[in-house]
């Protein structure tokens, strides 16, 4: 059960940064719930890091814009230098193991370290990973169901790209089997 | 199976506007590109030839907003938008389209100034909305909107306003509003009914020559222009005034915000309620008509005012001018693109109902 959940979603731009809380916006709107995405729009964007605030809850949200956060994804090592601290106490931060070489420290946080990347390269399109990050999340925190997720992904990839959404279910999937077999916990 | 209303999307603010300008009657819309609020000319380039009405990059603002003064003298339900600098070179227009008396709608997407400024979010341009910004003694009717729904929603306010008293509206919102994503439901297409106004220049065939003018050589005839002007804006104070107040019965401090801030500061008032602070909120919804009678009241009973605000402290001095000196006015701001943290909020209630009271 959850009532608000605040998420972070930081990378490099092109890692699926903002697409990846597009899609969990969207997912929550197929469940009937409140939802806000707000991306980082500025020069970090052209380039640099990005990062969007994905808030999903059953009530009104108030403020679109917060500094704590229930949930991390952090897919960069200086997202995770920034947003470290910004996670509440008992909250969630996933981080991408092949790209973030000094993990986490928090000790009153569980600390996923995800291989989404290397995954996707096993499957041999690495554009997926921010799929794989997504289930594997999901599979920790399921504030949307997967299928939620796929008819989002419907909604929101073009028709000329819906050949796709097949290897998405795959990332999805193959998130949550992550999660299944080898997960580092750190309470 | 996952249930959703067909009508229920998801949408940046400055897309939701563009699809309820076009929904609201648009007849043609004139703007130039600028961050953050280039998405409502490229949303509508993308619709309008599909549907109905006029679209065009002009080839500057100062254009833009000359094109909407013609065509709101030829009666068409006319728009332009841009962002903070792109409104200050439209002010000449804006003023002159005040005092020719046609309705229009002005949407500023503001940005961090002064100068070229930042693309990030600001409330810097409060005063140049609500005080004139062009020459001369003329008022916009000044909606801010707090939600993506309510960037659609004002279109059709504005447009009606606009209409209702001859007069241009602004709908002032920030980056932030523009870009950020949330559900939004639209009236129905053809809900807001226009027809060409009599006054309009349509060509004269038939009937008496209409014209329009801001320009009246005589200084008496000015005067009575004014004082026409003048008269007009106070009924618009009189009938039009907009806010919203939350948890103001107990408060004893109360927050006051507008446009986005003001979700921040109710966030901040939350945790503030859950540490015990008895925190109310008032977001002025018309910044002209500015709410000042709600002010007035609430003035006689609490013991402070926070105003928050991403500028320097330019509301506040209206919520000064309406507290009238019967409780302090406290000011907490960011400039320049920043954006307020309700944790910050909370510091500065914090700090201020620590104070003991003082005694004059």
Redesign the interface.
């Known amino acids: 059960m959850f009532t608000t959940d605040e998420i972070i979603i930081a990378g490099f731009g092109g890692q699926g940064v903002l697409s990846m809380g597009?899609i969990l916006?969207?997912s929550a709107?197929?469940?009937?719930k409140?939802?806000?995405?707000?991306?980082s729009?500025?020069?970090e964007m052209r380039g640099g890091t990005a990062n969007c605030i994905t808030i999903i809850s059953e009530k009104k949200?108030?403020?679109?814009?917060?500094?704590?956060f229930d949930s991390a994804i952090i897919l960069n090592q200086p997202s995770l230098d920034k947003f470290e601290k910004h996670v509440k106490p008992h909250g969630v931060l996933f981080y991408e193991a092949s790209t973030i070489i000094k993990p986490p420290t928090r000790e009153n946080v569980l600390v996923y370290k995800i291989s989404a990347i290397e995954e996707a390269n096993k499957m041999g399109k690495k554009q997926i990973s921010n799929m794989i990050m997504l289930g594997a999340f999901l599979e920790i925190k399921p504030l949307v169901?997967i299928?939620?997720v796929l008819?989002a992904l419907k909604k929101v990839l073009p028709e000329r790209h819906h050949h796709l959404l097949p290897v998405n279910e795959q990332a999805l999937l193959r998130g949550k089997e992550l999660i299944e077999l080898n997960y580092h916990v750190s309470v | 199976m996952p249930t959703q209303k067909s009508e229920i999307r998801l949408m940046k603010g400055n897309e939701a506007l563009a699809e309820a300008a076009i929904r609201a009657g648009l007849d043609a819309y004139f703007g130039y590109p600028i961050t953050p609020q280039s998405e409502v000319l490229e949303y509508l380039t993308e619709q309008i030839p599909k549907r109905h009405g006029l679209v065009l990059q002009a080839e500057s603002e100062v254009a833009s907003i000359n094109m909407v003064y013609g065509a709101a003298g030829a009666g068409a339900r006319v728009m332009t938008s841009s962002s903070s600098p792109g409104i200050s070179l439209m002010q000449e227009g804006i003023s002159y389209i005040a005092a020719a008396e046609l309705p229009c709608l002005i949407v500023n997407v503001v940005r961090g100034g002064p100068g070229l400024g930042t693309i990030q979010p600001s409330q810097g341009d409060y005063f140049q909305a609500t005080k004139g910004g062009g020459h001369g003694d003329y008022r916009l009717i000044v909606l801010a909107p707090a939600s993506v729904q309510e960037m659609c929603d004002f279109v059709f306010d504005a447009f009606k306003l606009a209409e209702k008293y001859r007069t241009p509206a602004m709908i002032l919102s920030d980056g932030a509003l523009g870009q950020m994503m949330e559900k939004v439901e639209f009236p129905e297409e053809g809900s807001l009914p226009h027809q060409v106004p009599t006054w309009a220049t349509t060509g004269k065939k038939g009937r008496e020559r209409n014209f329009i003018t801001s320009l009246h050589i005589e200084p008496e005839k000015m005067e009575m222009i004014n004082l026409h002007l003048q008269e007009k804006y106070k009924e618009i104070e009189k009938n039009e005034v907009r806010y919203e107040t939350f948890n103001i019965d107990d408060a004893e401090i109360v927050l006051v915000a507008f446009g986005l801030p003001a979700r921040i500061c109710q966030k901040a008032m939350e945790l503030a309620r859950d540490k015990g602070i008895k925190v109310g909120l008032v977001r002025p919804i018309t910044l002209f008509p500015f709410p000042k009678k709600i002010l007035s009241d609430i003035s006689k009973k609490v013991n402070n005012f926070l105003v928050i605000e991403l500028n320097a402290g330019q509301m506040v001095e209206d919520v000064m001018l309406a507290a009238n000196g019967r409780c302090p006015v406290h000011f907490k701001g960011r400039m320049g693109g920043m954006i307020i943290q309700p944790e910050d909020i909370l510091e500065e209630i914090e700090k201020i109902v620590e104070q003991p009271i003082m005694q004059e």
């Open positions: 597009k916006a969207y709107i197929y469940e009937n409140e939802t806000s995405w707000m991306p729009y500025g020069p949200i108030s403020s679109p814009i917060v500094s704590k169901k299928e939620s008819a």
